[in-house]
T-cell receptor
Framework: EPEVTQTPSHQVTQMGQEVILRCVPI?????FYWYRQILGQKVEFLVS????????KSEIFDDQFSVERPDGSNFTLKIRSTKLEDSAMYFC?????????????FGPGTRLTVT | GDSVTQMEGPVTLSEEAFLTINCTYT??????LFWYVQYPGEGLQLLLK?????DKGSNKGFEATYRKETTSFHLEKGSVQVSDSAVYFC??????????FGQGTRLTINP
């Protein structure tokens, strides 16, 4: 069964460094998403991406964040200058364009630790 | 704005016990409602959904009914198994694209 994959599973970085989290969505999906979950808190929406542009973003998704689909398979989240409060689990998700169930398929997540 | 509140965890039960995980929501209109499950080391998987009032979603023995009058979508299972141990997330479709999640409830089933 097709699945969303994410790399790395765990990333440790120092405050102020740039990080890129990578996702490979399911191949025929056209909508892509990033969510995050700070330890002990809710899963929060960051951004959605369709047709090579951002379609919706949250207040969390400020100028420090960017997303890109550099080729036909990868979908990346970049944090330009990490802060301690960026430490969280980051989930990528994707869905088909015509999915009547509106089901989003999630990856296993990348745990980002900023020290 | 839209929000989802789940019962606090963790929840620990014995095998074959009855399970209820409470979920209430605040939203404008009548959003679609979901339960997602996360097994250890895996991503969030859709467990069940309901798209309108009084709909009952069901899957793998789990059920949840969309209650408009109480703005609730409680998850139930009549007899849990050890393999049901996971984190369960209630969510609603808010905005044009995004899912709004509750904080998750960790469920542990002891044999």
């Amino acid at each position: 069964e097709p699945e969303v994959t994410q790399t790395p599973s765990h990333q440790v970085t120092q405050m102020g460094q740039e990080v890129i989290l990578r996702c490979v969505p399911i191949s025929n999906h056209l909508y892509f998403y990033w969510y995050r979950q700070i330890l002990g808190q809710k899963v929060e929406f960051l951004v959605s991406f369709y047709n090579n542009e951002i379609s919706e973003k949250s207040e969390i998704f400020d100028d420090q964040f960017s997303v890109e689909r550099p080729d036909g398979s990868n979908f990346t989240l970049k944090i330009r200058s990490t802060k301690l409060e960026d430490s969280a689990m980051y989930f990528c998700a994707s869905r088909e364009r015509l999915a009547r169930t509106y089901e989003q398929y999630f990856g296993p997540g990348t745990r980002l630790t900023v020290t | 704005g839209d929000s989802v509140t789940q019962m606090e965890g963790p929840v620990t039960l014995s095998e074959e016990a009855f399970l209820t995980i409470n979920c209430t929501y605040t939203a404008t209109g009548y959003p679609s409602l979901f339960w997602y499950v996360q097994y250890p080391g895996e991503g969030l998987q859709l467990l069940l959904k309901a798209t309108k009032a009084d709909d009952k979603g069901s899957n793998k023995g789990f059920e949840a009914t969309y209650r408009k009058e109480t703005t609730s979508f409680h998850l139930e299972k009549g007899s849990v198994q050890v393999s049901d141990s996971a984190v369960y997330f209630c969510a609603l479709k808010g905005g044009a694209q995004k899912l709004v999640f509750g904080q998750g409830t960790r469920l542990t089933i002891n044999p």
